[in-house]
């Protein structure tokens, strides 16, 4: 079993900065892949940004590229999501999600989910 814990979601002003932590426990990481999703209200979930545990491969959807960064801390377990510039159509309860192996940005191909952040951007 996997247990993701997520922190670090708060209220920022538009342009401001965040950083989220969703931390693992309960198996050997080595193998799996990390995804950050988000949904704001009356939208669909989407994909945010992932990570091979391996660190070899990222993905960002369009909208966060050159805004968001994605990554981990293997001693720690620790995926983390560096979010700078932060718009208010960033606003939305942020999740991690955990699958083994290869990256998706499909959320239905990720096992386990932690309980998820808010992330509130007021302009």
């Known amino acids: 079993q996997v247990q993701l814990v997520e922190s670090g979601g708060g209220l920022v002003q538009a342009g401001g900065s965040l950083r989220l932590s969703c931390a693992a426990s309960?198996?050997?990481?080595?193998?799996?892949?990390v995804g950050w999703f988000r949904q704001a209200p009356g939208k669909e979930r989407e994909i945010v940004a992932a990570?091979?545990?391996?660190?070899?491969?990222?993905y960002y959807t369009t909208s966060v590229k050159g805004r968001f960064t994605i990554s981990r801390d293997g001693a720690d377990y620790t995926v983390y999501l560096q979010m700078n510039s932060l718009k208010p159509e960033d606003t939305a309860i942020y999740y991690c999600?955990?699958?083994?192996?290869?990256?998706?940005?499909?959320?239905?191909?990720?096992?386990?989910w932690g309980q998820g952040t808010q992330v509130t951007v007021s302009s």
């Open positions: 309960g198996r050997a990481f080595s193998t799996y892949a």
């Open positions: 999600a955990a699958r083994k192996t290869s990256l998706s940005e499909s959320g239905t191909d990720y096992y386990y």
């Open positions: 990570i091979r545990w391996s660190g070899t491969n990222t």
